[in-house]
């Protein structure tokens, strides 16, 4: 009995401007690719196919080039690589996928979007869409693709977790050859220069000096005193601040108050106990000291006002403090003799501030 052969049916229209098959040309619709439609050049059906559209209407190719295409209107997709000029209308136009070759030179001359139609806000101009990784948005150098030679790179840190995905700018460190992530915008919106995972409205790792809280008490009257025993304790429950750590764990609490010594001329010089309290204990600060003695002689004119600072590294139980953390830390007074010693506030004196400042992470101790 005679074997069956399957058949495969390939019709072809072929054009030819030359007697030779280099100008010649075919349209084919291959029966053996799902009956794609074809345009290809050559003798060969099948090869060196430059053009293909499927039965739904998908457009791909290898490239096109040269010249300038235009049209009012297309449905579907395509995919391939358009080198040249386009214009057209992209009232339709819902995806925009745009693979661009690391060694190509991209030339933008105009890039104009009409939305007087559609807002902004519903659909943006320019979305990239970058999942979970870290992703080069922008890129800005001298030559070439080479991270870390010389340039900046915008980034979208997406590899990262919760608040913590950022908006980045990268600069080059020629010199190391490498990239430094110099300014970090994370989700929440604080931004970090020098650290990745700021904690405050602005977080500089090696730059001291923003105040992140500020407490300021006026009092209720003439000549408002706190009045300084031998019991050390909080002697006003607003005498506090409450600040959220930045990244490199680390405050600084400056104490700005007129300290009075009532005695008699010439008595001994009474001693004043200042400890920062966290409501487990007195805190540490980076010399390991938890009370910051000052004294005050009972002289004629011995009443000034006392700024005394502490830099904070450990809380009340000896424990680094944690970035991002909300701390409340009250100033406790006490003295070697009771009631000599007051801190005056309110009308005609000065007020006392309490303030929580940033300090640079690398701290000279000496």
């Known amino acids: 009995m005679p074997k069956k052969f399957a058949t495969q049916r390939v019709s072809a229209f072929f054009v030819n401007n030359t007697s030779t098959s280099a100008g010649s040309y075919y349209i084919t619709s291959d029966q053996n690719d799902s009956n794609k439609l074809k345009i290809g050049h050559g003798n060969d059906i099948g090869k060196n196919v430059a053009l293909t559209i499927d039965t739904n209407g998908l457009i791909s190719g290898s490239s096109f080039t040269g010249g300038s295409f235009s049209g009012g209107s297309h449905t579907g997709s395509f ?33 104009f979007f009409d939305k007087s139609s559609v807002s902004l806000s519903a659909k943006p101009a320019i979305k990239i869409e970058a999942q979970n990784m870290d992703a080069v948005v922008y890129r800005v150098d001298n030559d070439g693709f080479d991270l870390g030679s010389y340039g900046f790179s915008i980034k979208y840190m997406g590899s990262r977790s919760g608040n913590d995905n950022s908006l980045s700018f990268f600069s080059d460190n020629e010199t190391a050859a490498t990239q430094i ?3 970090t915008i994370v989700q929440d919106g604080t931004i970090g220069i020098g650290t990745t995972t700021p904690k405050v409205p602005l977080d500089i790792n090696e ?3 923003l105040t992140i809280a500020e407490t300021y008490l006026v009092g209720a009257g ?28 680390k ?24 400890g920062i309290h ?18 005050t002689w009972g002289s004629v004119g011995d009443n000034h006002m006392q700024v005394l600072e502490f830099i904070i590294d450990k809380d009340g139980s000896n424990v680094s403090l944690v970035p991002g953390t909300t701390y409340t830390f009250t100033v406790w007074l006490g003295s070697n003799e009771n009631t000599e010693i007051k801190v005056f506030y309110g009308t005609n004196y000065p007020p006392i501030i309490l303030e929580a400042i940033s300090v640079p992470n690398t701290i000279a101790v000496i």
């Open 251 to 274: 405050i600084k609490i400056r104490i700005c108050m007129f300290v009075v010594h009532s005695g008699a001329e010439g008595e001994d010089h009474s001693v004043l106990d200042v």
């Open 181 to 183: 992530e110099a300014l």
């Open 207 to 209: 730059m001291g000096g």
């Open 222 to 249: 003439t000549g408002t005193f706190l009045d300084v025993t031998t019991s050390m304790t909080a002697l006003l429950a607003d005498f506090k601040s409450v600040f959220v750590c930045p990244a490199n764990g």
């Open 79 to 111: 995919t391939g690589s358009f080198e040249g000029d386009f214009t057209g209308d992209g009232d339709g136009l819902n995806n925009l996928n745009v693979n661009i070759d690391g060694t190509a030179a991209v030339n933008i001359g105009e890039f």
């Open 278 to 295: 966290d409501g487990t204990g007195f805190v540490y600060d980076i010399t390991g000291n938890q009370l910051l003695s000052q004294e």
